[in-house]
């Protein structure tokens, strides 16, 4: 489909069903519809073999009864921008020694990002794919292994969080197109680190959408060929939900989910809003189900899991159904993994909340204990996203502490936040900027204040010492990759809460880790847990560290000896020095 350059040209085809007759034209023919006609080949195919080559510019002169239409393919790879001509692309890429593998799934920890506001030249211009290349040796060195890139197709305008796609197959002008993303995919892959892309999928639009009406023909005033006529095809940003049930609409959005894994060599995709795919209302009320949309999605995943399943692809759905991520062959739609609003939810506002005697710390062992399917990670935990710090809602510190995100209150439980991301069971994500607690909200068209990472480099160190802990690069916290998790300590008065993780069998020195967590502003000279084993037990990390922070109290937390005595229903127990609003990571070996 779309233009497919070879040897002696290019092949021009487009589904135009309602169509009576179809020309491409563009620089090749001086835009005369009279000079390539498009053959009809059935089923509302038409296509035609014409002399042009790539960088040529083109559209697609449609005429249905009286109106003759001018359309941007809706496959085209790129356009000279989402209100001009689409553009004949050579998808010939030299990746030079590209042999990456994806990271083990329990072992991905994902920074999100937005290209246009992550690494700008000039504020008052987009950042692009390049300006992101320049920042990978510092995403490689804070030990992240994935980057999720909000959607980067075609959308109006330079700026734009993304989630208003244009043109769905082209890659967004002002970011550097197709070949600057190939560009961030090959250098990402020599710093060991994956693209995760986020594709819409859910609706189209609504600005400058040559799919609208495409062939000219529509249903109560409605969408046309690509989307629903109905009442299915309300979403909250306008009637523009695409038609799940039309064989063509479907496989333009399979091709489209292939392309970006196959083409472009992206690791993962992240497809915004799945809830709003399988049901009109985004709710679970099945008087408003799309059936089609749900079988849509997992023979995505079906397709993908069978022909390239080291590639993950991740729901937001935010619903809690664990049908999502449960295999297709068990009724499920296959992503392997989802956004988890349970843990977001609760585990933000029980660091937002003002008051210690109002955490509510059977809800966070909740959260921390979740899992879907009874694999821990086929959830995506954090407690910044891109909705999270917008829509209304501003970054932890800043939701903490308006206006003064610097002060010890914010930084103290944005890092308590920061330590159960990445040590609870899940895949750990976190927004760009939340290691150096960027202020505010997010905007696209604020750039991150990257002066920070030099001025808060002690709260960055923070950030990576618990991404090697998460990613065990030490050696002593495997239990932080394992599939199991047990919240066995919850005071309530103090504030405070303990959980093991585990890898193998019922762990062991090299294996289980303690997480030690304390919600209030309170300190602990000798605060004591059950404990699993007999031995030396040692602090890995301690979130009070001055190192981290000058403002932190450094407070002591030395190791333990087990000492025998049933505690927490354990059979041994020990002592450990916790300081206000701090994590404590415990291990033995």
Not at 472 to 498: R, W
Not at 550 to 574: I, K, L, R, V
């Amino acid at each position: 489909m779309g233009a497919i350059p070879h040897a002696s040209g290019t092949t021009f085809r487009v589904w135009a069903p309602h169509a009576k007759a179809v020309s491409v034209i563009g620089t090749f023919n001086d835009w005369n519809a009279k000079t390539h006609p498009l053959k009809a080949e059935g089923n509302g195919y038409w296509a035609a073999d014409v002399a042009a080559q790539p960088g040529a510019e083109y559209k697609f002169w449609i005429r249905n009864g009286k109106q003759v239409l001018k359309r941007n393919d809706p496959y085209a790879r790129a356009v000279t921008n989402s209100a001009g001509n689409s553009i004949v692309f050579d998808p010939a890429y030299d990746w030079e020694d590209d042999h990456f593998e994806m990271p083990a799934w329990n072992t991905l920890v994902i920074y999100e990002l937005h290209v246009g506001t992550f690494n700008p030249k000039s504020p008052d211009e987009p950042g692009t794919f390049y300006d992101v290349i320049e920042k990978l040796p510092y995403l490689q060195e804070l030990g992240i292994n994935a980057i999720e890139v909000m959607p980067a197709t075609e959308f109006p305008g330079g700026r734009s969080w993304g989630y208003n796609p244009s043109h769905p197959f082209a890659l967004e002008t002002d970011y550097g197109g197709p070949q600057g993303f190939k560009e961030l995919i090959k250098q990402a892959h020599r710093h060991g680190i994956a693209v995760i892309l986020d594709v819409v999928y859910n609706h189209f639009g609504p600005g400058d959408l040559d799919l609208w009406q495409f062939d000219g023909w529509s249903e109560n005033d409605g969408g046309g060929i690509y989307f629903y006529n109905d009442w299915r095809a309300e979403t909250p940003w306008g009637h523009n939900r695409p038609d799940y049930g039309r064989e063509a609409v479907r496989r333009y959005i399979r091709d489209n989910a292939l392309m970006w894994l196959e083409e472009f060599r992206v690791d993962g995709l992240r497809l915004d809003s799945i809830s709003h795919v399988r049901n009109v209302h985004g709710s679970d009320n099945p008087e408003t189900d799309l059936p089609d949309g749900w079988s849509l999605m997992r023979w995505i995943n079906e397709e993908i899991h069978a022909h390239m399943p080291w590639k993950i692809t991740i729901a937001e759905d935010l619903q809690g159904n664990e049908y999502i991520t449960r295999s297709a062959d068990q009724d499920g739609q296959g992503f392997a993994a989802q956004w988890d609003a349970a843990f977001v939810n609760i585990v933000r506002d029980a660091l937002i909340t003002q008051s210690d005697d109002d955490r509510n710390l059977s809800a966070v062992a909740g959260a921390i204990g979740t899992s879907y399917n009874g694999d821990a990670f086929q959830r995506v935990i954090y407690t910044e996203s891109h909705d999270e710090v917008a829509n209304g809602k501003s970054r932890v510190p800043e939701e903490i502490m308006p206006g003064e995100a610097a002060h010890w209150y914010p930084k103290k439980r944005a890092t308590l936040g920061a330590a159960l991301v990445f040590t609870s069971p899940g895949v750990p994500m976190i927004f760009q900027g939340q290691e150096f607690l960027a202020e505010g909200y997010f905007s696209d068209d604020q750039p991150v204040q990257w002066h920070r990472a030099t001025e808060l480099a002690g709260l960055v160190n923070l950030y990576r010492d618990l991404i090697r802990l998460r990613r065990n690069l030490h050696g002593t916290t495997n239990g932080l990759t394992g599939q199991h998790t047990e919240v066995f300590h919850i005071n309530d008065e103090d504030k405070t809460i303990a959980f093991r993780r585990w890898a193998d069998g019922d762990g062991g020195p090299n294996d289980t880790t303690i997480v030690l967590a304390n919600f209030a502003d309170r300190t602990h000279e000798a605060y004591t847990v059950g404990l699993p084993a007999e031995g030396q037990w040692h602090v890995r990390f301690n979130s009070d560290w001055q190192g981290y922070d000058e403002g932190f109290g450094n407070f002591e937390s030395f190791g333990a000896e087990a000492e025998e005595g049933e505690y927490d229903g354990m059979a041994w127990h020990g002592s450990f020095g916790l300081a206000p609003y701090s994590v404590l990571i415990i291990s033995q070996g």
